[in-house]
């Protein structure tokens, strides 16, 4: 067993959790936030993304223990009172069917425009496109999420 402490959507959280536990487990198990998803367990949907320290990070691929003294943020964190200018561009671009994907894109999709800004880089639909490549959506053929996630970059 491991003792773990780190803040998760601005509030300190510290648990015993066995050593093996996935930061995905952490969050969901331990935590009860199920907003973040588990689509594959081996790296490759993108469904469990959370931002650690300010970065898209697939929080299956990492242990809980890994996370510890950083901040996280859920999909749970991102709204601010109203829904965050991502979210309410995938309700107004209708970029989710299911919503299975939809918290992992969004995390994903907050990542890219704030990197592409402070790297003054332009997020054309070429680089959502390629961006994109970690996260899987068995539902929208993408068209959607990806206009979702470029009207969000010129709101954020
Ligand atoms: S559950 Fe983490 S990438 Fe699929
Ligand atoms: S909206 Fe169903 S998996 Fe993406």
Redesign the pocket.
């Known amino acids: 067993m491991t003792t773990v402490s780190m803040t998760v959507n601005g509030k300190a959280v510290t648990a015993e959790v066995e050593d093996r536990t996935l930061l995905?487990d952490f969050i969901r198990e331990h935590l009860r936030l199920t907003g973040t998803?588990?689509?594959?367990?081996?790296?490759?949907?993108?469904?469990?993304?959370v931002h650690v320290d300010g970065k898209a990070m697939?929080?299956?691929?990492m242990l809980a223990a890994q996370a510890d003294g950083a901040a996280v943020t859920t999909i749970e964190g991102v709204a601010n009172g109203d829904l965050h200018p991502m979210q309410k561009a995938f309700n107004d671009n209708h970029g989710l069917q299911c919503g299975f994907c939809t918290p992992?894109m969004v995390m994903s999709g907050i990542d890219m425009v704030n990197r592409y800004k402070a790297e003054g880089k332009t997020l054309d639909e070429a680089a959502i496109r390629h961006e994109l490549e970690?996260n899987?959506c068995r539902c929208t053929g993408y068209h959607n999420i990806v206009k979702s996630i470029s009207q969000a970059a010129g709101e954020m």
């Open positions: 995905v998803h588990v689509g594959c367990d081996t790296s490759q949907c993108g469904a469990c993304v697939k929080s299956c691929t992992g970690g899987i």
